[in-house]
């Protein structure tokens, strides 16, 4: 069933480690109100993490894969 979101949060991380205990919870408040959520990866791991959150949804949760600087060597980065 396709729904029309009220609002779209373009910037969550839902997939990062503190959302363990309650993601589901989390993402089931989320979508039960209207709002979509993108969870933006940082890193491989969380980019990977919030593509697997995105998998397990049929609309209303996407991903995108990031990497953030202060995730980068700094002596390569201008």
Do not use: C
Request: proline share 4%.
């Amino acid at each position: 069933m396709s729904m029309e979101p009220k609002f779209i949060d373009i910037h969550s991380h839902v997939q990062f480690a503190a959302y363990d205990e309650d993601r589901a919870a989390v993402v089931e408040r989320a979508l039960a109100s209207g709002t979509w959520m993108i969870n933006v990866g940082t890193q491989r791991d969380t980019s990977q993490n919030a593509i697997t959150l995105a998998e397990s949804y049929p609309e209303g949760v996407y991903a995108t894969v990031g990497l953030h600087p202060i995730h980068t060597d700094k002596s390569t980065v201008a």
